[in-house]
């Protein structure tokens, strides 16, 4: 296992906070603490902020993503937004799947299977999350969990496109909790994932692929999680909306 074959990413998810002005005073604070980053650096933020975000963004190192798209190109789905919508606007991510559209939306595996396609097919860069429940993890079937998400999120998508997403393992007990998996629950989940995707796709590809820890992930606890061979980065909620409290996760990622 190389943590040299793969790019660590630290993305914000903003989820539903910051109006425009909030946005732009948060991205402007940002900005230079993340001049030197070693890693790659995302903002997914609410559809309102993506034309601000793009804007502040434009010659630095920082990306800016979506929190979801549809899988139709276009059509009768109101208040729905298309992947060549964020496409041609510029935006280059897009997080699917997460645990809370998956609880609140009645997301499943097959709209997010649906949904990756046409973000890859639009040319944006998923960021699809995966992860056990609580009852689930106490059961002992977390592997079960992940080996299927993982099969159906990903059914139909090529080694190439494979190689364009990011996954994001998020343990849903620890997403907004304070609890946050230790380094090894990390380690160990993200090297199943890696595994998974090496059964289906072949060792290369699976080493290629860029796999995040996402749950609780703060500026007190980042270093240790990140210093793990299979953790190649973060997805951060609450962290992300304080931009120092980010950039120390940027710095942990970069030395990580
Ligand atoms: C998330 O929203 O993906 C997340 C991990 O949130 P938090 O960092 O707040 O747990």
Redesign the pocket.
């Known amino acids: 296992m190389n943590k040299d074959l793969r790019q660590a990413v630290i993305a914000g ?1 903003w ?1 539903m906070n910051k109006t425009r002005p909030e946005a732009k005073a948060l991205i402007e604070e940002l900005k230079p603490l993340a001049a030197n980053a070693g890693c790659g650096v995302v903002i997914c933020v609410p559809f309102t902020n993506l034309e601000t975000a793009l804007a502040l963004t434009e010659g630095t190192n920082i990306g800016v993503g979506a929190q979801n798209c549809h899988f139709a190109k276009s059509g009768a789905y109101t208040g729905e937004i298309s992947a060549d919508m964020l496409a041609e606007m510029g935006v280059e991510y897009v997080v699917l799947g ?1 645990s ?1 559209r998956r609880q609140y939306f009645g997301e499943t595996d097959e709209t997010v299977n649906l949904r990756t396609k046409a973000a890859l097919e639009a040319g944006l860069k998923p960021i699809v ?1 995966v992860g056990e429940l609580l009852w689930e993890r106490e059961a002992n079937i977390t592997e079960e969990v992940l080996a299927k998400q993982v099969k159906l999120d990903f059914a139909g998508i090529s080694a190439d496109d494979l190689k364009k997403t990011i996954i ?1 393992y ?1 343990p849903v007990w ?4 304070g609890k946050t998996a230790t380094a090894d629950q990390a380690e160990e989940a993200c090297l199943f994932i890696r595994n998974v995707l090496a059964s289906l796709y072949g060792t290369d590809t699976a080493e290629a692929v860029t796999i995040q820890y ?4 703060n500026a007190a606890n980042a270093q240790e999680l990140l210093s793990k061979t299979n953790v190649d980065g973060g ?5 992300s909306l304080k931009a120092p409290d980010f950039a120390t996760i940027i710095n942990a990622a970069t030395n990580g």
């Not at 997805?235 to 962290?239: F, R, Y």
């Open positions: 998810n989820k997460h809370e999350c994001a998020e620890a997403i907004g909790t996402g749950g609780s992930m997805l951060i909620g609450g962290a």
